[in-house]
């Protein structure tokens, strides 16, 4: 069974640090794209950043470039989201895909269930 579950989430003031993490199984973590997306109330999902597990590129949404960095380990199946000097309208749902092609492909195969992160003004 193919499973992402995020951690790592919560209520932090702004200016903050929070670390998210995106545990994987069921699948070969070397081969696939993951992702970080986020949804804020009333607001459609937007992606925030991507990481090939097979080569390690990076992509980063221009509103968080500078401020959040992925990375993998793949001996864990794990995909962080380091974010740092968060702002409040940072706050949304965070969400962790996964797919098989690459980060430029907007198909997303696997789907966690997410974790909120909050900051406060």
């Known amino acids: 069974e193919v499973q992402l579950v995020e951690s790592g989430g919560g209520l932090v003031q702004a200016g903050g640090s929070l670390r998210l993490s995106c545990a994987a199984s069921?699948?070969?973590?070397?081969?696939?794209?993951i992702g970080w997306f986020r949804q804020a109330p009333g607001k459609g999902r937007e992606g925030v950043s991507c990481?090939?597990?097979?080569?390690?590129?990076?992509y980063y949404a221009d509103s968080v470039k500078g401020r959040f960095t992925i990375s993998s380990d793949n001996a864990k199946n794990t995909v962080y989201l380091q974010m740092n000097d968060l702002k409040p309208e940072d706050t949304a749902v965070y969400y962790c895909?996964?797919?098989?092609?690459?980060?430029?492909?907007?198909?997303?195969?696997?789907w966690g269930q997410g974790t909120q992160v909050t900051v406060s003004s």
């Open positions: 069921g699948f070969t973590f070397d081969d696939y794209a």
């Open positions: 990481i090939s597990s097979s080569d390690g590129s990076t």
């Open positions: 895909a996964a797919n098989t092609a690459s980060c430029l492909s907007p198909q997303y195969d696997y």
